[in-house]
């Protein structure tokens, strides 16, 4: 597809959102009003294939979401997760990885260049020695929810007893889900 098709495609489909009346166009102008609270905070990889709010079944202003590739965190996915746990009173975070990650992959065939040596730089972090992609996968989940215990313990905004954090794997080939114990 040309890059202008893709515009007019995107252009498009927000022209249909716009339109739709009834309860969404309710709902997005009570969000738009009174703002959002969402229930859960979901770090996620930016991988097309994975939708939170369609795993979910969330509609606009249930999750805050935070894609990035190989869902790890450095201090930009924290300061969102600051934000909507401290701001927005959110008080479960989930760490969302998935099969078939692409920056797990990435890391386990040596790393990348470029700006994406970032990522699987923090990913062969996570995995050490492992070389199970599955396993790699958990290791990278079990990692950032031991840095977010770690940077969020004493958190002066943050009721962190009140905060609960949970890891989870979706397997694209079935879309079932799989929570990860401590």
Known sequence: MRQTEIRERLTRAAARWQAQGGETAA?????????????????????????????????????????????????????????????????????????????????????????????????LSAIGEERDPLRACEANVRRGLARLRADFAAHPE??????????AIYDLADGSLRWLED
């Open 27 to 123: 709902l997005r102008r009570e969000l738009a009003e009174r703002g959002q609270r969402p229930w859960a905070i979901v770090v996620a990889c930016s991988d097309s294939r994975v939708i939170p709010e369609q795993i979910f079944d969330a509609g606009p202003g249930e999750l805050f979401v935070i894609r990035v590739a190989g869902n790890v965190l450095d201090r930009h996915q924290l300061g969102s997760i600051e934000y909507a746990a401290a701001h927005l009173h959110t008080r479960l975070i989930l760490l969302l990885g998935h099969t078939g990650c692409g920056a797990v992959s990435a890391a386990l065939s040596g790393g990348g260049e470029g700006y994406i040596a970032y990522i699987t730089d923090e990913i």
């Open 158 to 167: 943050i009721p962190t007893a009140e905060l609960e954090l949970c890891g």
